[in-house]
């Protein structure tokens, strides 16, 4: 699976959209973004994945560059409950079983 | 039933006793996961069961003994363990390699 780079840490205030960044240089054309997070000493939640077009659902956006080489997890209104450690992993999609490899993440904390 | 449970909670073990995790999960996942996770840190695959048969072992040490004796359950037997072994485990599930559900965590310390 592609290898991801993401700034350790990052603010926002609270109610602005935070913009988390995710470079994959090396991904490959059957490989997904997919983004997870994880509150203080809570199991990993998953928030959203994609292949090439932008996404959005309840909880979050992502966007995909054209070439598929960089990555943003947008909250459109950050709250407090939102600060956490935010995970960019890339892995082919479907299939049998494979590895779910977490990088070092990104701390976001949402400040008052 | 979007779940997966992990027992116990918390788990002081001593380093001669032999203990077990439990994960539980009624999603019809057939990919189940066990993560450690040391604090500051991002969690480590330690293995994946793929339709009940364990089909990814990180290089873990034979302390660690993983069992899945159903599609719902995925069991981790600890024996003769270091204190450099306590930490968060994680249990997790998926529908073949897509998105994966988490537990909340057996946070263990070994004494």
């Known amino acids: 699976d592609a290898k991801t780079t993401q700034p350790p840490s990052m603010d926002c205030a609270e109610g602005r959209a935070a913009n988390l960044p995710c470079n994959h240089s090396t991904i490959s054309g059957n490989e997904y973004v997919y983004w997870y997070r994880q509150i203080h000493s809570q199991g990993p939640q998953y928030i959203i994945h994609g292949l090439k077009n932008n996404e959005t659902n309840e909880m979050a956006s992502l966007i995909i560059t054209e070439d598929r080489k960089s990555s943003t997890l947008i909250l459109p209104h950050a709250t407090l409950r939102d600060t956490a450690v935010y995970y960019c992993i890339v892995r082919v999609g479907y299939g049998s079983a494979r590895q779910l490899t977490f990088g070092s993440g990104t701390q976001l904390t949402v400040l008052p | 039933d979007t779940e997966v449970t992990q027992t116990p909670k918390h788990l002081v073990m001593g380093m001669t006793n032999k203990k077990s995790l439990k994960c539980e999960q009624h999603m019809g996942h057939r990919a189940m996961y066990w993560y450690k996770q040391k604090a500051k840190k991002p969690p480590e695959l330690m293995f994946v069961?793929?339709?009940?048969?364990?089909?990814i072992n990180e290089s873990v040490p034979s302390r660690f003994s993983p069992e899945c004796p159903n599609s719902s359950l995925l069991n981790l037997h600890l024996h003769a363990l270091q204190p450099e072994d306590s930490a968060l485990y994680l249990c997790a599930s998926s529908q073949d390699a897509g998105i994966a559900f988490f537990g909340q965590g057996t946070r263990l310390t070994v004494v």
């Open positions: 069961y793929s339709y009940e048969k364990l089909s």
